[in-house]
């Protein structure tokens, strides 16, 4: 699908495509392209387009670089990111003579929700160079969204597994969905953060680039910056959080397996004396003088019972129980 956009009075508009290339586009975003879609826009710009192979290698030289002209860069940007497996594709953006072609195999939310906006919306929008801005501020403001949410849902997990107080508390605890949400977590933290690494080696690229703009374009462009590293020094802290809370339930299970363990060996030592005693008096000797006793049976049993009963008294006293 090519879909182009123009700007008319600051906004993007919609350019409706016939049997030839809008002239007057300054936006052609390309999803899920057919090859006739991508000769007829190669024709139109003057350019290649990077195919979808080429947009998944992951050398640096492959992702930023410029060429006919054209300033080709890719980066990793999330889609599906309502649920925790996101799906993670290479976008390729392209600026050549002032306007920007986008590539893409996968539908991330900023580019539905960026042009509606900026169809309504008055963006400052004149050339390529600032429909790509606006747009990066879009994925930007989204995987911030996205960081957000994690760091709320990060939150929630760790109130429930380290507010557990006692062992009934932690006795209900399902601790096999809580490492598995973990794990989720993690995995999502590591995708926005891979994002956030090519799209901080993206704008670096994209600063050279946009020398000869104007001041507001600079400007942006910084923001941009320090946008993208702070998200990335807080996806960092959340992964910190994230290794400490999966340490911190790995510790509880521990904990929990010792208290099961303990229970089987303090059993064991308090049945190994009357046990001791029974076998005794199990032995078939014929001189076993209790055997001929009144009270032997007695005896035998109280021996036993309070051979049990002084070790489990003795733990208790030490704290051990």
């Known amino acids: 699908m090519l879909l182009a956009y123009r700007i008319e009075a600051d906004r993007l508009c919609p350019v409706r495509l016939g049997d030839s290339i809008a002239p007057d586009a300054i936006w052609f975003d390309l999803l899920n392209p057919s090859q006739d879609e991508e000769t007829a826009l190669e024709a139109h710009l003057g350019l290649g387009l990077p195919t979808k192979d080429e947009m998944q290698e992951i050398e640096l030289s492959s992702r930023l670089y410029s060429e006919d002209g054209g300033h080709f860069m890719t980066a990793l940007i999330p889609s599906h990111t309502d649920a925790d497996d996101p799906v993670m594709a290479p976008i390729s953006f392209i600026l050549t003579d002032h306007r920007l072609v986008t590539i893409r195999y996968s539908e991330p939310r900023a580019f539905v929700a960026f042009p509606q906006r900026a169809e309504k919306v008055v963006m400052g929008l004149r050339s390529g160079e600032t429909v790509l801005l606006a747009l990066l501020e879009a994925i930007v403001d989204r995987l911030a969204d ?3 949410r994690a760091g709320r849902e990060i ?8 507010g557990q107080k006692g062992a ?35 704008v670096a690229f ?5 020398t000869t703009a104007d001041k507001e374009n600079r ?3 910084k923001a941009l910056v ?3 590293r702070s998200l990335a ?13 999966l340490d911190a339930t790995l510790g509880l299970i521990n904990i929990e397996q010792n208290a099961i363990i303990k229970i089987f060996s303090v059993a064991a030592v308090v049945f190994l004396p009357p046990t001791l005693i029974a076998s005794v008096y199990g032995m078939n000797f014929d001189t076993m003088p209790e055997l001929q006793w009144t009270w032997g049976y007695p005896f035998a049993i109280a021996l036993m019972v309070l051979a049990a009963v002084l070790p489990y008294l003795y733990f208790k006293r030490r704290g051990w129980l």
Do not use: C, W
């Open 146 to 148: 996205i960081l957000e």
């Open 155 to 162: 939150d929630t997990i760790s109130r429930r597994v380290l």
């Open 168 to 202: 009934e508390s932690r006795k209900g605890a399902n601790y096999k969905a809580t490492l598995e949400e973990i794990g989720r977590k993690g995995d999502l933290t590591s995708n926005i953060r891979d994002s956030l690494a090519t799209l901080e080696r993206l």
């Open 206 to 210: 994209l600063g050279p680039k946009l």
């Open 219 to 221: 400007n942006q462009l």
């Open 226 to 228: 320090a946008d993208v």
């Open 233 to 245: 020094d807080h996806a960092n802290f959340m992964a910190q959080k994230i290794t400490f809370l």
